[in-house]
Nanobody, 126 residues
Framework: QVQLVEAGGGLVQAGGSLRLSCTASGSTFSSYAIGWFRQGPGKEREFVAGISLSGRATEYADSMKGRFTISRDNAKSTVYLQMNSLKSEDTAVYYC???????????????????WGQGTQVTVSP
């Protein structure tokens, strides 16, 4: 099993930036594909970005492309989500999730993932 802890959320003005981190413990981090998801008020949880085991492959939801960057440091068991040009509609609780896998695929569905962090709140003021 793996435990995930997110950090880095907060309040930021529109146009600003935040960097979220997701630190794992309890298992071999490099065996897990990682995804970031978010859930806004009254909305379903949605895919934000995903990264493969090695970090060489990444994928983003359309509305995040060009603004968000996902990366990982397997030596530190940490995945990052750099968020730039934030908009009020980015306000949500952001979760990281892990899927144990042998492949270098990226997974974009909530049901693909086995482990979840507790989430970190991101609030973007107009």
């Amino acid at each position: 099993q793996v435990q995930l802890v997110e950090a880095g959320g907060g309040l930021v003005q529109a146009g600003g930036s935040l960097r979220l981190s997701c630190t794992a413990s309890g298992s071999t981090f490099s065996s897990y594909a990682i995804g970031w998801f978010r859930q806004g008020p009254g909305k379903e949880r949605e895919f934000v970005a995903g990264i493969s085991l090695s970090g060489r492959a990444t994928e983003y939801a359309d509305s995040m492309k060009g603004r968000f960057t996902i990366s990982r440091d397997n030596a530190k068991s940490t995945v990052y989500l750099q968020m730039n040009s934030l908009k009020s509609e980015d306000t949500a609780v952001y979760y990281c999730a892990a899927k144990w896998t042998y492949s270098f695929d990226i997974y974009g569905l909530v049901d693909d993932y086995d482990y979840w962090g507790q989430g970190t709140q991101v609030t973007v003021s107009p």
